[in-house]
């Protein structure tokens, strides 16, 4: 049984403040997405073809056979094609079997919803708009907003929040510009609330978002955080808009795995929820963080998670908390955000190892290691095996056409995941994305590795 709303009035924000509006379909706009819809399985089709017709994979292996240094690349190949096949198989067989946690009859904890901007705009205002128009009881919710030294405008947005209700909302601002990490410390420690509850500036959250959220919080006291399920607000606006849509989707398939063995290993800061016992005894440590003698200022998310968890907590997600947040819509803003990502997945898989072959918790401690091995090979392997296809692409150009087409066959094999919880056409844009992120990606993680110090934010 869902529980009652507070008696405790307060405004409530109408979702035109919050969400896009529906804007009238443009002309062009509709041709063009029904052009590409209709296209993509042509262009796949006709790629098939050409794979099946050009070339043999025989007269490949003839040719790698004919020389020492290469006669061992075919095994290497399929060995590799095995283990990235299993670990798919072992991901899958864990999504399938996840189930969200349900709505809890026990009395709902006081929260503190934690909102740090910079440089946001009018979106931080829609930001703490969601939150007051969350379906909680108003006694049990703190809202602190804090501006992290904003240059234009943010701050404007923020003291109209906070004066249309300041019974709710709660500011803080800096002089300068101190980093994501000062203003989460800063909200941590003033805040009162049993949960703490981060949101991203750039993100609203569904009315529901905050009850569903603290359920797993609720139910099992070894749980120290809970991930939220993101989706992109701005999917329609672009093209990138819409690959990033179907990218996000499919990152419930990772979460909702890892979730089976309670060890989420990076809760959003788009929305996630902290309980405070797991948070507090840490934030020194994490505020002051350094790898390899340099502060660690980017992916102050992923590094409270492994705190977290090297605590001996359990993580896990929450697919019906649901939180919407921009998405860069150019490809240098793409590029900075996976740099960004990928120097924290370098910096904290660093951390991880030192504690993930210790008694860190008493359970669930195999399956965390067997993803962490596999998915610390699929990198440098995929790296390596993209080198020597170029290669051998030069030597036996035909080889193009069978690499094309197994790509685009992965990629719908990717998108199973996709259709099963969207069931709409929008796939079409991830067999693109795969595309895109094969020709104009694949430099992000080497670089992001030698230059994992670097301390540029890279926002948009």
């Known amino acids: 049984m869902r529980q009652a709303t507070s008696a405790v009035s307060r405004p409530r924000v109408s979702q035109p403040e919050v969400f896009p509006q529906s804007a009238p379909r443009e002309t062009a ?30 007269a490949y292996w003839q040719l790698l056979s004919g020389h ?24 899958t067989i864990l999504w399938a079997g996840y189930r969200p946690y349900p709505l809890s009859e026990a009395p709902l904890p006081t929260l503190t919803v934690i909102i740090p901007a910079y440089n946001e705009g009018a979106m931080v205002e829609k ?11 108003a006694e049990k919710l703190e809202i602190i907003c804090i501006d992290d030294g904003s240059r234009d405008n943010t701050w404007l947005y923020i003291q109209r929040a906070q004066k249309r209700y300041p019974h709710l909302v709660k500011v803080i601002r800096f002089p300068e ?11 941590f420690t003033q805040g009162r609330g049993e949960i703490f509850v981060t949101v991203d500036s750039d993100s609203v959250i569904e009315p529901d978002a905050l009850r569903h959220l603290v359920a797993p919080l609720q139910q099992d006291q070894e749980i120290g955080a809970v991930a939220g399920n993101v989706k992109v607000y701005n999917r329609h606006q672009s093209l990138i808009g819409k690959m990033q849509g ?43 963080q350094t790898f390899l003698g340099a502060p660690c200022p980017h992916s102050e998310d992923r590094a409270l998670t492994n705190f977290i968890l090297r605590g ?25 955000m996976y740099l960004r990502w990928e120097r924290g997945n370098v910096r904290e898989s660093f951390v991880q190892l030192g504690y993930l072959f210790t008694r860190y918790r008493p359970r669930h401690r195999l399956l965390p290691i067997v ?28 080889l193009l056409f069978k690499v094309l087409a197994l790509l685009a066959v992965g990629s719908l094999l990717n998108l199973i995941y996709y259709l099963w919880l969207e069931r709409d056409l929008e796939f079409v844009y991830g067999v693109i994305y795969s595309f895109y992120a094969f020709f104009l990606l694949q430099w992000i993680y080497p670089y992001a590795f030698v230059s994992v110090r670097d301390r540029h934010w890279l926002t948009r």
């Open 29 to 58: 706009g509709w041709s063009a997405d029904l052009a590409i819809k209709l296209l993509v399985p042509v262009v796949l089709a006709v790629a098939l073809l050409c794979a099946y017709n050009w070339g043999s994979f025989s």
């Open 371 to 398: 993803e962490f091995c596999l998915a610390q090979l699929e990198y440098p392997l995929t790296l390596l095996f993209l080198g020597l296809l170029a290669a051998s692409v030069v030597v036996y150009p035909p």
């Open 177 to 187: 510009n101190r980093g994501k990490k000062a203003g989460l410390y800063a909200g």
């Open 312 to 336: 001996g907590y359990y993580t896990c997600y929450q697919r019906t908390a649901l939180v919407y947040t921009l998405v860069p819509e150019t490809y240098r803003g793409v590029c900075n």
């Open 68 to 91: 020492t240094y290469s006669s061992m690349l075919p095994a290497l190949a399929a060995g590799y094609t095995v283990l990235m096949l299993a670990f798919q198989l072992l991901r």
């Open 246 to 288: 179907v990218r996000f989707v499919n990152l419930d398939y990772l979460r909702a795995s890892q979730s089976r063995y309670r060890a989420v290993i990076c809760t959003p800061g788009s929305l996630s929820a902290y309980r405070r016992e797991a948070v507090l005894p840490i934030l020194s440590a994490w505020l002051t």
């Open 127 to 137: 930001a703490i708009y969601s939150v007051v128009a969350a379906d909680y009881p």
